[in-house]
């Protein structure tokens, strides 16, 4: 006698992938929820460590900010030191740029860090190396990379990106021109 193994069913296939499927979204949620509170906490601490690094102050008291520069996402009021603002710069190479920029009560930039980035090894991401930084210091008006009749050396390979940057710096200084 021979048995004929029955095949499952094309309804028995569906329900075992529904309940797989429903198990691995009802594991990923739960992951996502345990973990939420530290990735907002490790968010926070770098942003405050950029944020000390542009604009050295005691406390940064949020700005609220009515301008019509879309990029800038916060600004900060830096004590009488001046403003710390939050761009994201578009027309990087991979997206956007996340950026604190410091602004002294002079219109005079203090500083550049890049908080968030998702550029290309070895080529955009040496943005957030201080060799590109540094050149922002100390700057203030309108800024263009070299290629664009400006001062800022682009970087080799990444001037999408170095324009970027270039951007987000230009919005936080007339950001700060309209704050005073």
């Known amino acids: 006698m021979t048995e004929t193994k029955k095949e499952p ?5 569906v329900i075992v992938l529904l309940v797989i499927s429903a198990v691995v979204a009802l594991l990923l949620g739960i992951v996502n929820m345990i973990t939420e509170p530290a990735i907002r906490a ?8 950029a944020m000390a690094a542009v604009l050295p102050a ?3 008291t949020p700005v ?7 990029t800038i996402n916060a600004v900060y009021q830096a004590g009488d030191a001046g ?6 710069p578009s027309g990087s190479f991979s997206g956007t740029l996340t950026i ?5 009560s002079a219109g005079t930039v203090t500083g550049v860090e890049i908080v968030k980035t998702a550029e290309t090894s070895g080529l955009g991401a040496n943005a957030s190396k201080p060799a590109f930084r540094d050149q922002f210091v100390g700057q203030s008006g309108t800024l263009a990379v070299a290629k664009d009749g ?7 390979g990444a001037t999408i990106t170095s324009r970027a940057v270039t951007s987000g710096v230009n919005s936080a200084l007339a950001a700060a021109a309209e704050l005073g």
Do not use: C, H, P, R
């Not at 069913?9 to 296939?13: D, E, N, S």
């Open 64 to 70: 609220e900010y009515t301008g019509s520069d879309t």
């Open 150 to 156: 400006g001062s800022i050396d682009a970087l080799t």
């Open 42 to 49: 490790n968010e926070k601490a770098k942003n405050d460590a």
């Open 83 to 88: 403003y710390v603002f939050q761009v994201s």
């Open 9 to 13: 069913g094309m309804a028995q296939l």
């Open 58 to 60: 005691d406390s940064y």
């Open 100 to 104: 604190m920029v410091g602004v002294d």
